[in-house]
């Protein structure tokens, strides 16, 4: 089955750049979408498609996808962006199985 | 404005059965891929099925042969019928909306929580 994998957690300075990276085999191929998800929330999409943001989402957010490695950018990071991560893919040609990651904490100091 | 409303959680004894439903409102059910998505307590996210908006279904491994998904068109409703329940599949459950043609999740419910405990 298809893993993807991300470091447990990222600990970032306030105003500084997290980038949180999501480990695929060929994930460039695929679409990777990727979800913040505070204590105690749903989930939310911040990025789509690899690079997309839905309405509503900070252009701080921003992502992108390339050979085994997708990758979600925070710029000028806010105590708000302290949360869990999660990247996603969905499997249409074989199994239509939904993948998601490991999940990375994202920590503010 | 689309809302997603998940209820049917609760406790059930190892073995038990559970239905869970998820009333939508804002959108149409049968035409978008709707999933159900599980998070066991501390833990990470975890696809369990989806239904297509042509009516194909797939499940996760893990609950395959056990959970079945399904929709009632008259009613804007999705549904997660859980058979055979494991101590492991205590989590909360969410339903998702994704799009007319692709599992892109842009829509969550609250969240249901089921306990299988004896």
């Known amino acids: 089955s298809y893993v993807l994998t991300q470091p447990p957690s990222v600990s970032v300075a306030p105003g500084q750049t997290a980038r949180i990276t999501c480990g695929g085999n060929?994930?460039?191929?695929?679409?990777v979408h990727w979800y913040q998800q505070k204590p105690g929330q749903a989930p939310v999409l911040v990025v789509y498609?690899?690079?997309d943001r839905p309405s509503g989402i900070p252009e701080r957010f921003s992502g992108s996808n390339s050979g085994n490695t997708a990758t979600l950018t925070i710029s000028r990071v806010e105590a708000g962006d302290e949360a869990d991560y999660y990247c996603?893919?969905?499997?249409?040609?074989?199994?239509?199985?939904?993948?998601f990651g490991t999940g990375t904490k994202v920590t503010v100091l | 404005e689309v809302q997603l409303v998940e209820s049917g959680g609760g406790l059930v004894q190892p073995g038990g059965s559970l239905r869970l439903s998820c009333a939508a409102s804002?959108?149409?059910?049968?035409?978008?891929?709707m999933s159900w998505v599980r998070q066991a307590p501390g833990k990470g996210l975890e696809w369990v099925s989806v239904?297509?908006?042509?009516?194909?279904?797939y499940y996760a491994d893990s609950v395959k042969g056990r959970f079945t998904i399904s929709r009632d068109n008259s009613k804007n409703t999705l549904y997660l019928q859980m058979n055979s329940l494991r101590a492991e599949d205590t989590a909360v459950y969410y339903c998702?909306?994704?799009?007319?043609?692709?599992?892109?999740?842009?829509?969550w419910g609250q969240g249901t929580l089921v306990t299988v405990s004896s």
């Open positions: 498609d690899d690079s």
């Open positions: 060929n994930i460039g191929s695929k679409s």
């Open positions: 804002g959108f149409t059910v049968s035409s978008n891929y």
């Open positions: 996603q893919v969905w499997d249409s040609s074989s199994d239509h199985r939904v993948v």
């Open positions: 998702a909306r994704g799009s007319p043609t692709v599992v892109t999740l842009g829509y």
């Open positions: 239904i297509y908006s042509g009516g194909s279904t």
